[in-house]
């Protein structure tokens, strides 16, 4: 404390947070949006706070100052000083008019973000219902069941219950551009930068996607309340009228614990778990997010989080999944540390290990995954109905391309038309591994292993890094692997995104020539 007075005053607001400041508040305010309250609260991230407001001028002792004279225990003020503190910059407007209009302003972009919705509101049924047999058939052995099957039944009415409730946050979120509440929950939203009425404009991508969002939020959160009820009243064994008011109360009443489990729960399948909390890629997540807070970083990787969420989500539905859990078991069994406390092991270091909870939650998703999203997808593949990359020879599959054939599509049975499956992620990556998988049985024993393996991996990556927003990522590695070829490429495809993308779509329908642009004047007047 003697070295810097602002240290001291650093103390002072660890003191008046603690406790009461949530890590999803801290990344929120720090990136300038609306933060959602009503979790169970802890104490991370708040030096990243001060370092955030620290930047743009406001110090340390201020904010000190301010949060002495308000109870900290109000963390609604807390927040509202904070982001008044975190005002939106020129930076700030620039962005949103770049990201909404170039990038988020087409409409097979709306598209695939609601498809990505309604995909992550049929997996969670099955999801439920795998894990509860699963459950069902660990009695066997001796394991006390804590899920069932007919959660999943109780998760689809939940959705279908709160359909109204959904649609009028969707209306709200659109007109109001404000968080919704949601329960004892108020759900997290976009800060805007651009004020008034041309603001407005500029966000009417952003405003749909936000408000799509709230919308699948909604459905996810008392979907997922719904079953954590019916597997509560089920496991304490009532039955009949006893069961139906058990599940009525505590859908209206939750406990904290199932409050906590559906934000989760909502937050996982909306793509917007931190990525500190992901089972992959978190090491490579945390790596771009601090790439992301370099000047530009953002119009590089512009929705880091979501990108790093679909390719987590995805690998958790291979056989890749099982091998992870294992790895990570014996991990913590090996180098963490225990002592005996009251007649209980305790570990206090090293690598946590997972729950049984998380382990049950982690094998129903990688089963379901690797027989509906692998096994189905390949035999679909095998019988000619799904296309995967095609032949590595450019010869070949230029050969195969004149013909009528496309990759990454489905073929309509007794046909040649063809519909791409690309950028529908996480489904897409799924099917591309597939459909490789199974292309590649027909050579197997003309290719080498390494070659296998290399074009699984390829695919893979492709398949989930397969949006618009990721190929500004993608294109910047390959520029930095092959500066002479890879930059002028990227040069040429940042300059296209000046273009809103709802205009070149529309100008890209009525020009019937294919452009091949050099520079990137041409670039933009191409797009």
Same mark, same amino acid.
Request: glycine share 8%.
């Given at each position: 404390?003697?070295?810097?007075?602002?240290?001291?005053?650093?103390?002072?607001?660890?003191?008046?947070?603690?406790?009461?400041?949530q890590p999803d508040i801290a990344?929120?305010?720090?990136?300038?949006?609306?933060?959602?309250t009503g979790i169970t609260p802890s104490a991370e991230a708040l030096q990243e706070v001060v370092r955030a407001l620290r930047k743009r001028g406001v110090f340390p002792r201020d904010i000190a100052d301010v949060l002495i004279k308000t109870a900290p225990e109000d963390l609604d003020k807390v927040v509202s000083f904070l982001l008044k503190a975190r005002q939106p910059t020129f930076a700030d407007k620039v962005w949103e008019a770049w990201a909404s209009a170039?990038?988020?302003?087409?409409?097979?972009?709306?598209?695939?973000?609601?498809?990505?919705?309604? /995909?992550?509101?049929?997996?969670?049924?099955?999801?439920?219902?795998?894990?509860?047999?699963?459950?069902?058939?660990?009695?066997?052995?001796?394991?006390?069941p804590r899920a069932v099957p007919m959660e999943a039944k109780a998760q689809l009415f939940g959705f279908m219950r709160s359909l109204p409730e959904a649609s009028r946050a969707f209306l709200n979120a659109w007109h109001t551009e404000l968080p919704q509440k949601l329960g004892t929950m108020t759900l997290e939203a976009p800060r805007?930068?651009?004020?008034?009425?041309?603001?407005? /404009?500029?966000?009417?991508?952003?405003?749909?996607?936000?408000?799509?969002?709230?919308f699948m939020k909604t459905l996810l959160y008392n979907g997922k309340i719904d079953a954590l009820a019916y597997r509560e009243a089920a496991l304490a064994g009532k039955k009949g009228l006893e069961k139906v008011n058990a599940i009525v109360e505590l859908e209206k009443n939750p406990t904290p614990s199932m409050v906590n489990e559906a934000s989760k729960e909502m937050k996982y399948r909306a793509y917007?778990?931190?990525?500190?909390?992901?089972?992959?890629?978190?090491?490579?997540?945390?790596?771009?997010?601090?790439?992301?807070?370099?000047?530009?970083?953002?119009?590089?990787?512009?929705?880091?989080r979501t990108l790093v969420n679909l390719s987590s989500n995805t690998m958790e539905r291979t056989p890749l999944e099982f091998a992870r859990i294992i790895v990570k078991q014996?991990?913590?069994?090996?180098?963490?540390?225990?002592?005996?406390?009251?007649?209980?092991?305790?570990?206090?270091?090293?690598?946590?290990?997972?729950?049984?909870?998380?382990? =049950?939650?982690?094998?129903?998703?990688?089963?379901?995954?690797?027989?509906?999203?692998?096994?189905?997808?390949?035999?679909?593949?095998? =019988?000619?109905?799904?296309?995967?990359?095609?032949?590595?020879?450019?010869?070949?599959?230029?050969?195969?391309?004149?013909?009528?054939?496309?990759?990454?599509?489905?073929?309509?049975?007794?046909?040649?038309?063809?519909?791409?499956?690309?950028?529908? $992620?996480p489904l897409s990556a799924h099917l591309r591994?597939?459909?490789?998988?199974?292309? =590649?049985?027909?050579?197997?024993?003309?290719?080498?292993?390494?070659?296998?393996?290399?074009?699984?991996?390829?695919?893979?990556?492709?398949?989930?890094?397969?949006?618009?927003f990721t190929m500004g990522f993608i294109t910047i590695v390959k520029a930095i692997a092959d500066p002479d070829r890879g930059l002028p490429k990227y040069f040429d495809q940042f300059s296209r995104t000046v273009v809103?993308?709802?205009? $070149?779509? $529309?100008?890209?329908?009525?020009?019937?020539?294919?452009?091949?642009p050099r520079g990137v004047v041409e670039a933009v007047k191409a797009r």
């Amino acid at each position: 404390r003697a070295l810097h007075p602002a240290v001291e005053d650093f103390y002072k607001i660890t003191e008046l947070l603690y406790g009461h400041i949530q890590p999803d508040i801290a990344r929120a305010v720090t990136a300038g949006r609306i933060p959602a309250t009503g979790i169970t609260p802890s104490a991370e991230a708040l030096q990243e706070v001060v370092r955030a407001l620290r930047k743009r001028g406001v110090f340390p002792r201020d904010i000190a100052d301010v949060l002495i004279k308000t109870a900290p225990e109000d963390l609604d003020k807390v927040v509202s000083f904070l982001l008044k503190a975190r005002q939106p910059t020129f930076a700030d407007k620039v962005w949103e008019a770049w990201a909404s209009a170039g990038l988020l302003s087409g409409i097979p972009t709306q598209e695939r973000n609601i498809v990505g919705g309604i /995909i992550g509101l049929i997996d969670a049924p099955i999801v439920s219902f795998t894990r509860g047999v699963a459950e069902r058939g660990l009695q066997v052995f001796g394991r006390t069941p804590r899920a069932v099957p007919m959660e999943a039944k109780a998760q689809l009415f939940g959705f279908m219950r709160s359909l109204p409730e959904a649609s009028r946050a969707f209306l709200n979120a659109w007109h109001t551009e404000l968080p919704q509440k949601l329960g004892t929950m108020t759900l997290e939203a976009p800060r805007p930068a651009i004020k008034g009425t041309t603001g407005k /404009i500029v966000r009417i991508p952003f405003r749909i996607l936000n408000a799509a969002d709230q919308f699948m939020k909604t459905l996810l959160y008392n979907g997922k309340i719904d079953a954590l009820a019916y597997r509560e009243a089920a496991l304490a064994g009532k039955k009949g009228l006893e069961k139906v008011n058990a599940i009525v109360e505590l859908e209206k009443n939750p406990t904290p614990s199932m409050v906590n489990e559906a934000s989760k729960e909502m937050k996982y399948r909306a793509y917007q778990t931190d990525i500190k909390d992901l089972a992959w890629f978190k090491h490579i997540g945390l790596a771009l997010q601090e790439i992301r807070r370099l000047p530009g970083g953002r119009y590089v990787v512009p929705f880091l989080r979501t990108l790093v969420n679909l390719s987590s989500n995805t690998m958790e539905r291979t056989p890749l999944e099982f091998a992870r859990i294992i790895v990570k078991q014996a991990d913590a069994a090996a180098r963490g540390v225990y002592i005996d406390a009251g007649g209980k092991r305790i570990q206090i270091a090293g690598p946590v290990k997972m729950t049984a909870d998380q382990v =049950m939650d982690q094998v129903a998703k990688a089963t379901y995954g690797t027989i509906v999203l692998g096994f189905t997808p390949y035999m679909l593949a095998r =019988m000619g109905f799904l296309t995967g990359d095609g032949p590595s020879n450019p010869q070949d599959l230029a050969l195969l391309k004149a013909k009528g054939w496309q990759p990454n599509s489905f073929r309509v049975p007794g046909s040649k038309r063809y519909y791409s499956h690309a950028g529908f $992620a996480p489904l897409s990556a799924h099917l591309r591994m597939a459909a490789n998988i199974a292309e =590649m049985g027909e050579t197997w024993g003309e290719k080498k292993l390494a070659d296998r393996l290399y074009r699984l991996t390829s695919s893979a990556i492709k398949g989930m890094a397969d949006t618009q927003f990721t190929m500004g990522f993608i294109t910047i590695v390959k520029a930095i692997a092959d500066p002479d070829r890879g930059l002028p490429k990227y040069f040429d495809q940042f300059s296209r995104t000046v273009v809103p993308a709802i205009i $070149a779509q $529309a100008a890209g329908a009525l020009d019937p020539y294919y452009r091949a642009p050099r520079g990137v004047v041409e670039a933009v007047k191409a797009r």
